[in-house]
Structure formats: structure tokens, C-alpha cells
């Protein structure tokens, strides 16, 4: 049950900060910036989306689970991939087709992108090393 958990607290905090990280590492790469004075907003709003998609990766990874014998890792990684660029879809699609692949897109794909392949590691490495006694 702790290890149940620490599965359901940790797996979203730390893809987020994963997210955080590769959002500060592609505005280094893209621009020569730090994150800076625009951290609170990136945590504000990144959070905001992010805490909706929550729900949604833990059940993908739930129906996949339930549903699927073999390649969990591979369709926990297509599943999370394409929810996390739902929001980037929603962000950009409003400004045209050729926003999606612009500067900006690519900063919040990377930030997207990351945390959902990260939540699916942690989801896949917990179920494949999951604690004896847990039934679910």
C-alpha cells in the first residue's frame, strides 16, 4: 500500500519537474536564455495543464495494464506521448498550422513530451517491480 502511494505521489511530481528541467534546457539551446524571471509562470501554468493530465495518464496506463499482456512499456510510451501532445495541440492549433512548429511549440512540446514519457517510465518500472502483496 505505501509503495501504492509513493507510485500515485511521486510519478507526477517528479515527471514534472523532468518537464521543468527539459523546458530549461530547450530555451538554452534554442534561445542562449536562462528560465529566470518566467519560471512562475512556466510552474503556474504548466502545473495547471499538467494536474488535468494527470488523471488521464494514470488511466492509459490503467486500461493498458488491465488490457495488455506484452510491449507495455512500448504502448505505455505511445500512450503517454499522445496525451501530452493534446495540450500542445490546444495551445497552438488557434494560431495557425504553422505555429506547431515554431520556436515557442517546440518549448512546450519538449516540456509536454518529457513529462509524459517520463510518467510512463515510472509507470512501467513500478508495475514490472511492483511489491508482492500488491493486488490491483
Known amino acids: 500500500m505505501i509503495a501504492t502511494g509513493s507510485y ?11 518537464g521543468l ?11 542562449d536564455e536562462t528560465i529566470g524571471a518566467e519560471l512562475g ?4 501554468w504548466g502545473s495547471a495543464v499538467f494536474s488535468v493530465m494527470v488523471p488521464v495518464y494514470f488511466v492509459a496506463v490503467y ?7 506484452s510491449n507495455k512499456l512500448l504502448l505505455f510510451t505511445a500512450a ?12 497552438f492549433v488557434p494560431f495557425g498550422s504553422q505555429a506547431l512548429f515554431s520556436e515557442q ?4 512540446t519538449s516540456f ?25
Open 8 to 18: 500515485i505521489v511521486l510519478t507526477p511530481v517528479l515527471a514534472f519537474l523532468s
Open 21 to 31: 528541467l527539459s523546458y530549461s534546457f530547450m530555451l538554452q539551446l534554442l534561445w
Open 41 to 44: 509562470t512556466v510552474v503556474f
Open 63 to 69: 486500461m493498458i495494464e488491465r488490457r495488455f499482456n
Open 80 to 91: 503517454c506521448l499522445l496525451i501530452s501532445f493534446l495540450p500542445v495541440f490546444l495551445i
Open 105 to 108: 511549440s517546440a518549448l512546450a
Open 112 to 136: 509536454f513530451a518529457t513529462t509524459g514519457i517520463f510518467f510512463c517510465l515510472c509507470s512501467w518500472i513500478f508495475r514490472r517491480f511492483k511489491p508482492n502483496n500488491y493486488t490491483a
